[in-house]
């Protein structure tokens, strides 16, 4: 079996089941139930696209596993953690991914809407539906036809921070023992000045819900928060369009208006010096592991670029670092080769974020690269010959043959995915899974494959062959080269990419 048939729905007595091949035992594991088994009451609620607002818990994930299917169109819910806020807001087994926060992704390459989901921690809107019924509507209107259905452009939820002056916030709440509560605004005060729209429904204080607040329990909050407040309201016209399509008045759907503090995208082109700073793996404000950036060299490319110490990394080349660790995040920025590209928060921006509980990439207003010289950069990482566990320089990555023997883990996969293009005739390692037997050979983002158990690969055609290499008695010898110095992400295009026994992706 190829590469391309891993992940294969195939059908039978007209049922459909999901299977998935297992190169350690060879055979087929059905791993998603039918659509038949469903709760006859709960058909109805799954005939129509429905909205999952989930949030990710204190070290966990969002509760569920990410699956793509070769040979049709979206991205399939394999598996929900009980107990998790996945199965609390109803997600399920088979459920096709539509939207990720207002965002269309049906057609999406998978990776980017696993990077959607990440880059939109700790909370997320998913657009989903039912298998059974995305069957019938692909059936029925086609693989080119969305399915998602969205707000209207520019009508969205609006996060706004307020700073009280000398009248006061400049809102007054409407009365009423509990809520919903909506504002009347005072013409020219502080909240429509910082962009609350007239007639808003207050939705969150401070990230805090206030849907099921008392009237005294919401001026307790409003007192309590000082001089600023940052808001999350809905104008008249987003609460009708979220009424018309069910869909929940969501923060990560939310836009930024006046906003104290947000994220920086920081370009850094290398040159002889290095960039001129030392990440480091710490607690951050909230006593959680973080990657941060210090020792930034005065008159090198990370100062010029605007980098400042102690902030911390957010994302590399626009894919959220959040949750892992100091090895992969290296990884991932030697992976970019000579130029790089940073997403920081200083101090303020991450207690901001923090917060109302949203992620700082969901208002990055542009991750394109500068044309101004002033904040392109030119330099290397630093490098040292023994550099500290605790102080890891990233240094470019050289190019040279390794060779690394590969053992399948438990539940026979070797934990990574590869990629190729048809117009550069090379394999590529586009994802190692942390903590995998791939992780623990060594196998680093943008590897180029040379060898498989001594047979030269060269490219797209090798697929099957390589299938049939993993196949084979373990270890699997790989012989591997770094990258040349090109971008990994102008080298693999979003679409490419083949699983290596890599089932799922925990979200």
Known sequence: MGLAALGQVY?????????EFNPKLGIDNPV????????????WSLERPRFCLLSKEEGRSFGFHLQQERGTVGHVVCRVEPGTSAQRQGLREGDRILGVNNHVVEHEDYLVVIRCIRASSPRVLLTVLARHMHDVARAQRGNNDHLCPTLSPG????LCHIVKDEGGFGFSITQGRRGPFWLVLS?????????????ARLLEVNGVSVEKFTHNQLNRKLFQSGKEVTLLVAGPEVEEQCRQLGMP?????AEGWALPNRPRCLHLEKGPKGFGFVLREEKGLD?????????VDPGLPAEKAGMQAGDRLVA???????????EETVSKIRAQGSCVSLVVVDPKADRFFSMVRLSPLLFLESTEAPDSPQVTLSASLTETEDPPVEDTMVAPVPCCFRQCFLYPGPGGGYGFRLSCVASVPHLFISQVTLGGSAAQAGLQLGDVILEVNGYPVGGENDLETLQQLAEAKPPLHLKLA???HQSLEAWIPPRSGEDWALDSDVL
């Open 11 to 19: 059908w039978k007595s007209g049922e459909e089941r999901k299977f």
């Open 155 to 158: 009508v969205r939820p609006r």
């Open 316 to 326: 590399v080349a626009g894919e959220s670092v959040e949750g892992l660790g100091h």
């Open 32 to 43: 998603l139930s039918l659509a038949e088994d469903l709760d006859p009451s709960d058909l």
């Open 287 to 295: 006593g959680r592991l973080g990657q941060f950036l210090w020792e």
């Open 482 to 484: 770094a990258r040349p």
């Open 249 to 253: 008045l969501a923060a990560p759907l």
């Open 187 to 199: 013409t020219g005060g502080a909240a429509e000045r910082a962009g609350v729209p007239p007639g």
